[in-house]
């Protein structure tokens, strides 16, 4: 099947949430299968710290971890090997496809336990955590709704995930609102001294931010991308109060339109 292609004009933008191309629960999102296998926490400036964090301070029988916008589940699976296994562990996407698929990519090559694979993911909506399906054995689908209680998670890892909450908007106010609201449903969900562990793509401050709608509206407009300081900004407002970040140059930032970008690493903690 012919994937579509991501709109780049307003008038191309579907509206907002409700709109399957957004929700693509039975398609991948362009690009996501050459990670396939390839887990990016692991690479993250603070995964080291979170890690000696979690087996310094942390009960593993009662260790609790989210990956919000989970993909194929690379990142959920690397995290799960690191802990031996310990713990508890769920991943959460849009996606059916790309649940199905990295199950069946990583029950080929490692051998998983189906049962104990499936009960690893759900879909859902980062915007309402409060409604998402597990997978029910009666129906062999992700069919049974479930709710994700306040302040159950003691690490939440989060990639690119920020950015795509800007589709379906044609204002910067409605994407900010919408990524917004995607860091108060995950603070509520971590518990108090958890830890939220991510990575954004923003602009540099040394591009005025009349200057960044330029090239966003002139190149993939559907993308959200805060300016630099924003992004420590709304931690904060979600409820994050300690915040350490880690700035490099991003790697698409020599493409038209996308230049003075960086990519943030931040770890933040719940108080």
């Not at 991501?6 to 999102?29: A, I, M, V």
């Not at 769920?90 to 790309?98: F, K, M, P, Q, V």
């Not at 690893?120 to 029910?136: A, S, T, Y």
Request: hydrophobic content about 35%; some cysteine.
């Amino acid at each position: 099947m012919k994937k579509q292609k991501t709109p780049s004009t307003n008038s191309q933008l579907p509206n907002g949430l409700n709109d399957q191309r957004y929700l693509k629960e039975n398609e991948e999102w362009p690009g996501i299968e050459d990670r396939l296998g390839q887990p990016r926490i692991l690479q993250h400036h603070f995964f080291p710290d979170a890690l000696a964090w979690i087996r310094q301070e942390k009960n593993l029988t009662d260790f609790h971890y989210l990956d919000a916008g989970c993909g194929h589940g690379n990142d959920l699976r690397a995290i799960k090997k690191e802990l031996n296994g310990e713990g508890h562990f769920l991943g959460i996407s849009l996606s059916r496809a790309e649940i199905v698929h990295g199950l069946e990519f990583y029950q080929e090559r490692n051998q998983e336990d189906p049962k104990e694979s499936l009960s690893m993911f759900g879909i859902g909506n980062l915007h309402n955590l409060h409604e998402i399906k597990v997978f029910d054995e009666k129906t062999s689908d992700f069919s049974a709704p479930e709710s994700l209680n306040d302040e159950t998670f003691d690490l939440i890892f989060m990639e690119a995930v920020l950015h795509a909450s800007g589709y379906g908007h044609d204002t910067y106010e409605k994407k900010k609102e919408s990524a917004q609201q995607i860091l108060s449903e995950l603070c509520r969900v971590c518990k108090k001294d958890g830890k939220l562990l991510g990575r954004i793509m923003a602009f540099s401050p040394v591009i005025p931010k009349e200057e960044q709608f330029k090239l966003l509206r002139s190149n993939n407009n559907w993308l959200f991308v805060p300016g630099l300081d924003e992004v420590i900004a709304m931690l904060t407002i979600a409820g994050f109060d300690y915040i350490q970040r880690s700035i490099r140059p991003h790697e698409k930032a020599a493409m038209p339109g996308k230049e003075n970008l960086v990519k943030v690493s931040f770890l933040a903690e719940k108080r």
